[in-house]
């Protein structure tokens, strides 16, 4: 049984820091590429960014380019994402996510095959 499981989230002041952490199991973790979504109350869910299974590629949406940034440890089946630079419109539920396309990376959200159960980000003005 595949479990994403995120860890990190909390309330943080704009312009502050955070680093959200996904522990994967059940999986063969090199082989998938992940990534993190966001939803927003009220709007709809966004992708925020990815990385390839090697860890070698990424992608980021436009609206958190120079600001996040998303890593990997493939011994330790965990993704990371960096927060810096915090501002209120960040504040979000965070979901991990992982898609068996290991070299490849989408934006889609039905791409994904697997999904955590969110963290809440809160960022204060």
């Known amino acids: 049984q595949v479990q994403l499981v995120e860890s990190g989230g909390g309330l943080v002041q704009a312009g502050g820091s955070l680093r959200l952490s996904c522990a994967a199991s059940g999986l063969t973790f090199s082989r998938y590429a992940m990534g993190w979504f966001r939803q927003a109350p009220g709007k709809e869910r966004e992708f925020v960014a990815s990385?390839?299974?090697?860890?070698?590629?990424?992608y980021y949406a436009d609206s958190v380019k120079g600001r996040f940034t998303i890593s990997r440890h493939n011994a330790k089946n965990t993704v990371y994402l960096q927060m810096n630079s915090l501002k209120p419109e960040d504040t979000a539920v965070y979901y991990c996510?992982?898609?068996?396309?290991?070299?490849?990376?989408?934006?889609?959200?039905?791409?994904?095959?697997?999904w955590g159960q969110g963290t809440q980000v809160t960022v204060s003005s």
């Open positions: 996510v992982a898609d068996f396309s290991a070299w490849a990376l989408t934006t889609t959200q039905n791409e994904y095959e697997y």
């Open positions: 990385i390839t299974g090697n860890g070698d590629t990424t």
